[in-house]
């Protein structure tokens, strides 16, 4: 089993940034890939950014060039750093590990 908590989410005006982490704990030395997802409000949940455990990453390209996704394997934390936000980055955000361990996520408003 794997708990992942999420945090870090806020109010932030637009163009600016919010770091968000996902602390992960239990067996986590089977955990390989890391994802953060969002759901903004009424709309499905989305796929925002991949990591592997060699940092190898990937992202949607909505939030390409503006969100870096990282990870530190000697604390089992991932990253998500987020700037230029736009209010249509406004979403609930959740950290995925594996094939299906998620967090109850943490909320994102993108808002003057």
């Known amino acids: 089993q794997v708990q992942l908590v999420e945090s870090g989410g806020g109010l932030v005006q637009p163009g600016g940034s919010l770091r968000l982490s996902c602390a992960a704990s239990?067996?986590?030395?089977?955990?390989?890939?890391m994802y953060w997802y969002r759901q903004p409000p009424g709309k499905e949940r989305e796929l925002v950014a991949t990591?592997?455990?060699?940092?190898?990453?990937n992202y949607a390209d909505s939030v390409k060039g503006r969100f870096t996704i990282s990870r530190d394997n000697t604390k089992n934390t991932v990253y998500l750093q987020m700037n230029s936000l736009k209010p249509e980055d406004t979403a609930v955000y959740y950290c995925?590990?594996?094939?299906?361990?998620w967090g109850k996520g943490t909320l994102v408003t993108v808002s003057s």
């Open positions: 995925k590990a594996g094939s299906g361990y």
């Open positions: 239990g067996s986590t030395s089977s955990i390989n890939t």
């Open positions: 990591i592997t455990r060699y940092s190898s990453t």
